[in-house]
């Protein structure tokens, strides 16, 4: 791993009233105006070191350690070895990996950085930062990042604040070619966040954005792609969708937020409380989220740490069996529309709607499924977050393919 170095930010200054000088130009200036300047040069702060956040907050800081947000660039360039080769990911990454370096570089040099390898950037690449505003003391959270302000403009709207602080990362990322400044214009969120409301998003702009290869897709998330075996551009093809998922499940509306289950409170050797912040260990092997499981979850008759997981397992691997049955329909679906379409035997007007409906179903498909570290798609993973939107929207997909199958038979 590259030694990273801390970077100093410079935040706007208190504006300071304008002294008008009556009479000689040449005198000294006034006990006002000195102490005026000294105070714009006491506004300029360091970023603190990730280590210097870990001995401020060490009840907090020792548990994000424990994460492996502490140890992104290290797993990233091992997950990166083989998609990219070596360490060679793109800067791009660093949007969520290294959030406020990349937002002051990208703000300074524009869309030519995003060419570049992560390699060539000296970024400390996880700090407490991403998601505060000054001291945790201070209880200001913040989220958004470049990629968000380019391409996501009604998320701030859309989604409460203790969602979106997570939503910076964990939402549907349209990609590097979104910022680029020839497609700065869409907005993914402009009707919602629902996928038939991204969907309509996604195809109003490139419709008139065509999309001519599928080079833009490599490697991206949720940059549409032409298939050439069904003629078809794709949309969402690869979503991570977690806050958009969150939206109105059964936790959300109970007034739980991200935090509860994946950041719970937790108590250390001498009796304090803290707020865990190793965020990345999954719920089912964090003793403390059980235990905040448990506080509703025993009136269902769970009794103990162990009948919780069996529970959620369980849930997950309903959704699982659903999730693989909708896979491999989408897969004969493919099949059989890529052959109408190779042998001309449809009628134009019945091989459109066949298209769109297998670019409606795997939207649906995809945007309920979870993405982990390394890209890979996890059954049932989604169950706990929003289990009932996950099977709503597997029963669209199955509805959608049964039809347009009927069509081509």
């Known amino acids: 791993m590259k030694k990273t170095k801390t970077r100093k930010l410079a935040i706007a200054a208190t504006a300071i009233a304008t002294v008008v000088v009556a009479g000689c130009i040449g005198c000294s200036p006034t006990t006002q105006q000195a102490s005026d300047a000294t105070q714009q040069q006491d506004t300029t702060v360091v970023k603190k070191s990730l280590g210097e956040w870990v001995s401020t907050y060490p009840l907090e800081g020792d548990s994000y350690m424990q994460s492996r947000m502490a140890h992104t660039y290290e797993a990233f360039a091992g997950a990166c070895t083989m998609a990219f080769g070596a360490e060679d990911a793109p800067v791009a990454c660093a949007s969520c990996h290294a959030r406020d370096d990349f937002n002051a570089e990208y703000a300074e040099k524009g869309e030519s950085i995003l060419a570049d390898n992560a390699r060539d950037h000296q970024m400390e690449w996880s700090n407490c930062t991403n998601c505060h505003v000054g001291d945790p003391g201070e209880g200001v959270v913040k989220g958004?990042?470049?990629?968000?302000?380019?391409?996501?403009?009604?998320?701030?709207?859309?989604?409460?604040?203790?969602?979106?602080?997570?939503?910076?990362?964990?939402?549907?990322?349209?990609?590097?070619?979104?910022?680029?400044?020839?497609?700065?214009?869409?907005?993914?969120?402009?009707?919602?966040?629902?996928?038939?409301?991204?969907?309509?998003?996604?195809?109003?702009?490139?419709?008139?954005?065509?999309?001519?290869?599928?080079?833009?897709?490599?490697?991206?998330?949720?940059?549409?792609?032409?298939?050439?075996?069904?003629?078809?551009?794709?949309?969402?093809?690869?979503?991570?969708?977690?806050?958009?998922?969150?939206?109105?499940?059964?936790?959300?509306?109970?007034?739980?937020?991200?935090?509860d289950c994946?950041?719970?409170?937790?108590?250390?050797?001498?009796?304090?409380?803290?707020?865990?912040?190793?965020?990345?260990?999954?719920?089912?092997?964090?003793?403390?989220?059980?235990?905040?499981?448990?506080?509703?979850?025993?009136?269902?008759?769970?009794?103990?740490?162990?009948?919780?997981?069996?529970?959620?397992?369980?849930?997950?691997?309903?959704?699982?069996?659903?999730?693989?049955?909708?896979?491999?329909?989408?897969?004969?679906?493919?099949?059989?529309?890529?052959?109408?379409?190779?042998?001309?035997?449809?009628?134009?007007?019945?091989?459109?709607?066949?298209?769109?409906?297998?670019?409606?179903?795997?939207?649906?498909?995809?945007?309920?499924?979870?993405?982990?570290?390394?890209?890979?798609?996890?059954?049932?993973?989604?169950?706990?977050?929003n289990g009932a939107e996950c099977n709503e929207l597997l029963d669209k997909a199955n509805a959608l393919i049964d039809d347009a199958m009927a069509s081509l038979a």
């Open 144 to 259: 958004g990042n470049a990629y968000g302000d380019a391409t996501s403009a009604s998320a701030k709207d859309l989604f409460p604040e203790s969602d979106y602080v997570c939503g910076q990362c964990h939402a549907m990322f349209p990609g590097t070619a979104y910022m680029e400044d020839a497609n700065k214009g869409i907005d993914q969120y402009k009707y919602g966040y629902d996928p038939d409301s991204m969907l309509k998003a996604m195809k109003e702009y490139w419709s008139q954005n065509n999309v001519t290869s599928t080079d833009i897709a490599a490697g991206m998330v949720g940059v549409p792609y032409y298939d050439p075996e069904i003629d078809t551009v794709l949309y969402l093809t690869d979503a991570c969708t977690a806050v958009e998922m969150f939206q109105n499940s059964t936790h959300q509306n109970m007034g739980l937020t991200c935090t």
């Open 262 to 385: 994946h950041m719970p409170k937790a108590t250390s050797s001498d009796g304090t409380e803290y707020t865990s912040h190793n965020m990345t260990v999954s719920p089912l092997e964090n003793p403390d989220a059980i235990e905040k499981c448990l506080t509703c979850h025993k009136a269902q008759g769970i009794d103990g740490a162990d009948a919780m997981v069996s529970f959620v397992k369980g849930k997950m691997a309903d959704l699982g069996a659903r999730q693989e049955q909708t896979k491999q329909k989408l897969a004969s679906f493919h099949d059989a529309l890529a052959a109408a379409v190779a042998s001309s035997s449809k009628d134009q007007a019945t091989l459109d709607a066949a298209k769109d409906a297998y670019n409606t179903a795997n939207v649906y498909y995809l945007f309920q499924l979870a993405t982990t570290d390394e890209g890979e798609k996890t059954a049932g993973e989604m169950a706990a977050m």
